[in-house]
């Protein structure tokens, strides 16, 4: 099972982006979905995650500027981005905690590879 990112780019402050990610594969279920950054000099921190029943998580800097939707089945998320600021430029990363139907005793973590969010004052 493999993560695709895809979105980002460069931004001036208060503009908009959007980011992807797509779970792909076979035999599995996706239990939550969502996405980190990590910022130049700084540790991976959470940006959003949408859970199973549709719960979702968001960091408290991005609340009521990011929104987190996804498929069903939480194989696709998207991460819509408003009102951005120059402290959001970061690496974006897909991440996703999913149960392989074949051992699903043996959750595992999933990440996609970055994309790099920058954002001009």
């Known amino acids: 099972v493999q993560l695709q990112a895809s979105g980002g780019g460069l931004v001036q402050a208060g503009g908009s982006l959007k980011l992807s990610c797509a779970a792909s594969?076979?035999?599995?279920?996706?239990?939550?979905i969502g996405w980190y950054r990590q910022a130049p000099g700084k540790q991976r921190e959470v940006v959003a995650i949408?859970?199973?029943?549709?719960?979702?998580i968001y960091a408290e800097a991005v609340k009521g500027r990011f929104t987190i939707s996804g498929d069903d089945d939480k194989t696709a998320v998207s991460l819509q981005m408003n009102n951005l600021k120059p402290e959001d430029t970061a690496v974006y990363y897909c991440?996703?905690?999913?149960?392989?139907?074949?051992?699903?005793?043996?959750?595992?973590?999933?990440w996609g590879q970055g994309t790099l969010v920058t954002v001009s004052s």
């Open positions: 594969g076979s035999a599995f279920t996706v239990n939550s």
């Open positions: 949408i859970y199973t029943g549709r719960d979702t």
């Open positions: 991440n996703a905690f999913i149960i392989p139907s074949t051992t699903p005793t043996t959750p595992k973590w999933l």
